[in-house]
């Protein structure tokens, strides 16, 4: 079993749409949970970043981590032709500071 | 602030040739990785540099594969020699400290023939 496992996708949705990515984990000793997105031919950048079970905010997207489950989501309200790329989640901790990447989504809003 | 430059941004090399990337980080950022991200997957770490000393290198081909950070700034990764499979971008990325947030350049693409 990989360390995290990734809907793999590929996305494809109206503008406007309520959008929800996803990823579970296996390592329990994971603390920090990460959502990066790249766009082609780009290095990713960090969208949210959280280290609690829980809801949390930022514009249109939630990130939300249920530790119990060991389950990520990050939801894009609203999405927009912009919000077109692919989105990796990222996790680390156990006293280590390597981020284990998920495969990535590749998402595509439609105008 | 300037992000993360590489160069080259691509390179096309034969199989058994040798190859190297370049990677400035964010001015004032002690701690260094490269990565490399296979296409459909995600980027998976190589090397972990905290100023010019190695971190973690776990991942790293070390028969083929080097990097060094002199001087704690600009940073080398090299193959030598090349495979098929060593096909993919590399990624450069750097941060404050190590628990911090790390910030990526656009990547080299290498294709090797």
């Known amino acids: 079993q990989k360390e995290v496992e990734q809907d793999p996708g590929p996305l494809s949705v109206p503008e406007g749409a309520i959008v929800s990515l996803n990823c579970t984990y296996s390592?329990?000793?994971?603390?920090?949970f990460m959502w990066y997105r790249q766009y082609s031919r780009k290095g990713p950048e960090l969208l949210m970043y959280t280290y609690s079970s829980g809801n949390k905010e930022d514009g249109r997207f939630t990130a939300q981590v249920d530790k119990s489950s060991k389950y990520i989501s990050l939801f894009i309200r609203d999405s927009q032709p912009s919000d077109s790329a692919t989105y990796l989640c990222?996790?680390?901790?156990?006293?280590?500071?390597?981020?284990?990447f998920g495969k990535g989504t590749k998402l595509t809003v439609n105008p | 602030e300037a992000g993360v430059a590489q160069s080259p941004r691509y390179k096309i090399i034969e199989k058994r040739q040798s190859v190297a990337f370049w990677c400035n980080p964010i001015s004032g950022h002690a701690t260094l990785y490269w990565y490399q991200q296979i296409l459909g997957q995600g980027p998976k770490l190589l090397i972990q540099f905290q100023n010019n000393g190695v971190v973690d290198d776990s991942q790293l081909p070390k028969d083929r594969f080097s990097a060094e950070r002199l001087k704690g700034v600009d940073s080398t990764l090299k193959i030598q020699p090349a495979k098929l499979e060593d096909s993919a971008v590399y990624l450069c990325a750097s941060s404050l400290s190590g628990s911090d947030t790390q910030y990526f350049g656009p990547g080299t693409r290498l294709t090797v023939l």
């Open positions: 390592n329990s000793a994971f603390q920090y």
């Open positions: 990222a996790m680390s901790g156990g006293g280590s500071e390597k981020l284990v």
